[in-house]
Nanobody, 120 residues
Framework: QVQLQESGPGLVKPSQTLSLTCTVS??????????WSWIRQPPGKGLEWMGD???????FYSPSLKSRTSISRDTSKNQFTLQLSSVTPEDAAVYYC????????????WGQGTQVTVSS
């Protein structure tokens, strides 16, 4: 059973960089064909895919967020990290990490999500 757990600050100030880490257990982030995603849901809105990192370390980003988003990983800790720069109140959301079974958007495991508020 794969488990994912997000961690990071729940409050970020405008213009700062949001950094969240996802710790994976029960499976390796280097497993072939699998990708590891960051997805968010602003209040009252639908899910938004932000980007992911493939088993070989390649990264893919949403075009609308690409200029502000960076996803990296630490294979020794089986973790991957999201950084979102220059945040605004519109970036407030529940942020989820997830496993994409084949890198094609077929998510089969989710973290519980972490609420991020952007406020001074």
């Amino acid at each position: 059973q794969v488990q994912l757990q997000e961690s990071g600050p729940g409050l970020v100030k405008p213009s700062q960089t949001l950094s969240l880490t996802c710790t994976v257990s029960g499976g390796s982030i280097t497993t072939k064909s699998v990708a590891w995603s960051w997805i968010r849901q602003p209040p009252g809105k639908g899910l938004e895919w932000m980007g992911d990192i493939a088993h070989d370390g390649r990264t893919f980003y949403s075009p609308s967020l690409k200029s502000r988003t960076s996803i990296s990983r630490d294979t020794s800790k089986n973790q991957f990290t999201l950084q979102l720069s220059s945040v605004t109140p519109e970036d407030a959301a529940v942020y989820y990490c997830a496993r994409d079974l084949d890198g094609l958007g077929h998510v089969d495991y989710w973290g519980q999500g972490t609420q991020v508020t952007v406020s001074s």
